[in-house]
């Protein structure tokens, strides 16, 4: 999002909550008076339903972006539902990846490697390349949401 945006977000949310306000009504007035062209942004049901088998086919064709794709989708929900930070890109996740040799950060398997939040999601840290290490399935897990502890050798 550019600068600009950033700063005036807030002062746009109350322009238009004043807007709306001074015009009581016209969304639905709007909606009433141009039904037409609604209905002609809508998609029709037979689009729909050919939309949704390539989607399922692509899915089923390529398991390992799919879920890739879901995982992404979904820590960039939980990052904003917590109100933090969500700038990884896959190109990031690739970088971190290689930067660890492929390898859990725990205990340094190369099986099953999924993104770890370091400081979780849900204690304040973002969906930002400084915060997502890799760690296999199992470390992933048994960490939870907890901070990992660091021993100073």
Do not use: F
Request: with cysteine; aromatic share 6%; charged share 25%.
């Amino acid at each position: 999002m550019p600068r600009t945006n950033r700063i005036n977000k807030a002062g746009r949310g109350a322009y238009l909550a004043l807007w709306r306000e001074e015009h009581p009504g016209y969304g639905a007035r709007w909606r009433a008076a141009n039904t037409e062209k609604i209905r002609g942004y809508q998609i029709a049901p037979a689009t729909r339903m050919k939309n949704d088998e390539n989607r399922r086919r692509w899915r089923r064709n390529n398991p390992e972006s799919a879920r890739a794709q879901s995982r992404r989708s979904s820590s960039l929900r939980r990052a904003r539902m917590a109100g933090t930070l969500a700038t990884l890109t896959a190109q990031q996740w690739e970088g971190i990846i290689l930067q660890h040799c492929g390898a859990c950060l725990y205990c340094g398997t190369t099986e099953d490697i999924q993104q770890d939040h370091y400081i979780p999601i849900t204690a304040g840290g973002g969906h930002v390349a400084g915060n997502v290490v890799p760690a296999c399935g199992s470390c992933n897990k048994r960490k939870g949401n907890k901070v990992p502890i660091v021993v100073a050798a």
